[in-house]
């Protein structure tokens, strides 16, 4: 239909993607990861996937965008540690925990890790929606299809997608705002942590270990320092901040809010 249309202009093998130009990353959209924490093969091919146009030196950067919508259950560590057993240095592999759906992804891509261009990885029944949102929401991809197997029930995936074509075609036209937003991370200009900014971030992930509650990130105005889910840090600010006062139960509220489960 129409999203397909508009979309399959825009997919490529993995040798033409060597040939685009000022790509700023590789999307890899996540799926199911089970519960003992392994992939899923779906996951497990769109990986190898994008580990392909990576090393064919399609973009320097890799977007692992998945649900970590809660603490027990993480699709972007997993993906990120593929991708680091692979052969990929850690510091070129971002991770968006907020990508709950393929709009709320390419959406942040866009606004949050400041991409204007991008290779996205998929299966093919879903990379024509994932292009087509691209091309409304103002992000020049292209993509590449991750069907290295055959997979059970795909019959119904094609029936949901039909669905899901629909919901985001309006989407496309309403553009309402993702679940999360917060400060910008540029995929191509981002620093490195320092040694200390790592320890702070440490102490905040066990924070949230010890709290075993759900973190809710808003857009606090007039928060002390604002929490960046995009790739699970603050800024170097926030991370200050939360150093200070981190002995300090009731200051943490300054800059979290707990929701609990």
Same mark, same amino acid.
């Given at each position: ?37 392994? @992939?899923?093969?779906? =996951? ?5 996937? %994008? &580990? !392909?146009? *990576?090393?064919?030196? +399609? ?67 879903? @990379?024509?929606?994932? =292009? ?5 929401? %103002? &992000? !020049?991809? *292209?993509?590449?299809? +991750? ?67 759900? @973190? ?46």
């Amino acid at each position: 239909g129409y999203v397909k249309s508009v979309a399959k202009e825009r997919i490529v093998t993995v040798e033409e993607t060597a040939t685009l130009e000022d790509v700023d990353c590789i999307i890899v959209l996540g799926c199911q990861v089970r519960d003992d924490g392994t @992939l899923s093969h779906m =996951l497990r091919d769109r990986l190898m996937r %994008g &580990l !392909e146009v *990576y090393h064919a030196g +399609a973009a320097p950067k890799l977007l692992m965008s998945g649900d970590h919508g809660r603490i027990d259950y993480d699709e972007v560590n997993a993906m990120k540690q593929y991708a680091i057993e692979n052969g990929v240095p850690s510091e070129h592999v971002f991770m968006d925990h907020a990508g709950f759906s393929t709009y709320e992804t390419v959406y942040r891509a866009k606004e949050i890790f400041e991409a204007d261009k991008v290779i996205i990885i998929t299966q093919e029944y879903h @990379l024509y929606r994932a =292009l087509y949102i691209a091309d409304k929401l %103002g &992000l !020049e991809a *292209y993509g590449v299809s +991750a069907d290295l197997n055959k997979y059970a029930g795909q019959s119904m995936r094609d029936f949901r997608e039909i669905l899901a074509r629909c919901k985001d075609w309006a989407m496309c036209i309403l553009k309402p705002e993702p679940t999360y937003l917060g400060e910008a991370i540029p995929i191509f200009k981002a620093l490195k942590l320092s040694a200390s900014i790592i320890r702070n971030h440490l102490l905040f992930h066990l924070l949230l270990q010890i709290q075993g509650q759900k @973190l809710y990130l808003g857009n606090e105005q007039n928060a002390a320092a604002k929490i960046q889910y995009g790739d699970g840090i603050m800024s170097a600010v926030g991370y200050i901040h939360l150093a200070v006062t981190i002995t300090n139960r009731s200051a943490i509220t300054d800059i979290l809010k707990i929701r609990r489960q």
